[in-house]
């Protein structure tokens, strides 16, 4: 059986989904956590998957900083626990 | 979404539920074992800790430990289960304590229409009421005659079999009643308020 | 790079075996783009009901072999897509896939070095595409390998690992975690402190790490990493989990 700490991926399993709606590579991307204001990678964000959407949390205090559900009617994303973001210059990749 | 292309052979780990069809809610399909999704990480409540509490609307809240809790009368339940993401479980069993019996703590304000479970970790989900009582929701701590497994929700997790897994919470610690609905977290974020999965209310609209 | 995902139809071109129960899958691709050596593609599975399942692999392949990449599959119990890939699927089969995806994970020849790579079972997939890309530029980056596998039969591309090893001075050391074979020169315990420190000891705090595997192996490793003065932000993890199944 898989362990529970086996359920924990991180933002590269996201990678995809991230791309799909904001159009760029964000796993470079910093992120600042509205909880506890580290900043991180989006990489590096703990990703839980499997249930109705994925979930986002801050790797330092788990704070849910994004949620995501790909419905029939839409994506809906949820980043308020995210206070800043910020993404890569475009000439960076 | 894009045009669908087939991929031969693949039909997912589904399997054929034979005579127990008509017991598959649309869309969904039979598994043997039982998926674990969380949306965080598994939380670990000392026991000593733990308490469960009915709140809100009512005219004095009611609290139990866990030694207070184990003594309310518990039943066994045996029941079907169906998760949004499309598995059904049959004849899933569990022992704990039935929604009324906890419901039978509190005097209800007359107001109260709507539950939110919450627990440990921060999810929440809302009912209507009248999908809690008359026998639809317990308490759970034992599933298959074992302590309820930290993956699976345990120590308690709320088990209201009639409606979509999601809103049975793992580690439920109280239910808050309410006048007016307030969705939790996955019916804040595209997922229906409801959710029963015979009439397929999967997603807000459905 | 502004680019939109698309999803595209791949077909199984080869199936090889790699151990036991791991397989590759060589994919050709009409709108093959080059990877950077750690990317992923998604893969996207359609039943005739449209019941579908989404998963991602990381390439194996390095991005100077054109046209076509390698994905590696270890059937997960229980999963779905895993099995599919491993038992169901034969050379000529299609789906969907979509990618390369994923920007932190990577490392390119020109990123320079040293290079030191840790994996577990198959997180050495986005590392082998690593290794594979430093032999095919002739890239001359100091790079080590340490591998923990359960046991000599489980260590996926081994017979590679050894040519990398003689042709290309890719250093590789392997750790046996379960069973060793009978004299048995390698490691032989899970991976910790000391040993990512023994592996590391040439390149200090001057390394450029990537760790893949499991959580709990790769939290061991990059906290060594760091104890041996690799400083955070040359350290990338990827963990892996169900969403491979």
């Known amino acids: 059986m898989e362990s529970e700490r086996d359920l924990m991926l991180d933002g590269n ?10 159009g760029e590579e964000m796993t470079t991307a910093l992120t ?14 703990r990703v839980f998957s499997g249930g109705p959407g994925l979930v986002l949390r801050c790797p330092a205090c788990e704070a849910v900083m994004v949620r995501i559900a790909q419905t029939p009617r839409g994506t809906f994303v949820d980043v308020r626990g995210v206070r800043q973001m910020r993404l890569p210059l475009p000439s960076i990749r | ?29 039979l598994v043997k074992d039982f998926p674990v999704l969380s949306a965080g990480p598994t939380p670990r409540t000392d026991l000593r800790r733990w308490s469960f509490r009915i709140e809100g609307l009512v005219k004095e809240p009611a609290q139990w430990t866990w030694d207070e809790f184990g003594k309310l009368p518990a039943q066994e339940f045996v029941k079907d289960i169906s998760c949004v993401t499309k598995w059904t479980k049959l004849d899933t069993r569990w ?26 970790g921060g999810y929440t989900t809302n009912l209507p009421l009248p ?72 997603y807000s609209g459905d | 790079m ?16 790699e151990t036991a129960n791991v397989k590759t899958l060589t994919l050709a691709l009409l709108k093959w783009v080059p990877h950077r050596p750690g990317q992923h593609y998604d893969i996207r599975l359609t039943a005739e009901d449209g019941y579908s399942a989404q998963r991602s692999y990381s390439i194996g392949s390095e991005p100077e072999r054109h046209g076509e990449i390698d994905i590696t599959v270890e059937p997960i119990r229980d999963g779905e897509v895993s ?15 979509r990618g390369p995806i994923g920007g932190y994970f990577v490392w390119e020849a020109s990123d320079g070095g040293p290079l030191l790579l840790v994996a577990g079972g198959s997180g ?35 017979a590679d690992l050894d040519a990398l090893a003689n042709r290309d001075g890719l250093q590789v050391f392997h750790t046996l975690t379960r069973s060793q074979p009978e004299g048995w020169q390698g490691f032989a315990r899970r991976i910790d402190d000391r040993m990512v420190a023994e592996v590391n000891k040439p390149f200090g705090p001057k390394a450029q790490v990537f760790i893949c595997g499991p959580t709990a192996l790769v939290e061991t490793a990059a906290d060594a990493a760091e104890a041996a003065g690799v400083a955070a932000e040359r350290i990338k993890t990827e963990r892996f989990g169900p969403t491979g199944a």
């Open chain 2, 1 to 29: 979404m894009s045009e669908r292309f087939v991929t031969r052979g693949f039909v997912g780990k589904r399997q054929d539920a034979g005579t127990a069809a008509n017991r598959i809610p649309p869309g969904q399909h």
């Open chain 3, 2 to 17: 502004k680019r939109t995902l698309e999803w595209q139809i791949a077909t199984v071109k080869a199936i090889r075996q």
């Open chain 2, 131 to 202: 999908d809690v009582i008359n026998g639809q929701a317990f308490v759970a701590y034992e599933y298959d005659g074992k302590p309820l497994a930290p993956e699976h929700g345990g120590p308690a997790r709320l088990v209201v079999p009639h409606l979509y897994f999601w809103k049975s919470a793992k580690w439920v610690r109280g239910l808050r009643l309410i006048e007016r609905d307030e969705p939790g977290f996955w019916e804040s974020l595209g997922y229906n308020n409801h959710g029963d999965p015979w009439k397929e209310e999967r």
């Open chain 3, 124 to 158: 050495i997939v986005p590392l082998m595409a690593m290794a594979r890309h430093r032999a095919a530029v002739g890239a001359t980056v100091p790079a080590r390998l340490l591998y923990s596998s359960r046991s000599f039969d489980d260590i996926i591309y081994r």
């Open chain 1, 13 to 22: 399993a996201a990678a995809g989904v991230l791309q799909e709606i904001f």
């Open chain 3, 83 to 97: 099995p599919f890939l491993d038992d169901v699927v034969v050379v000529g089969d299609r789906f969907e896939v």
């Open chain 1, 32 to 45: 600042t956590c509205d909880e506890c204001a580290t900043v991180s990678q989006m990489a590096m964000l």
């Open chain 2, 95 to 120: 022992r704990g304590v039935s929604a009324d019996v906890l419901l039978e703590h509190v005097e209800l304000d007359g107001r109260a229409r709507f539950v939110v479970a919450f627990s440990d």
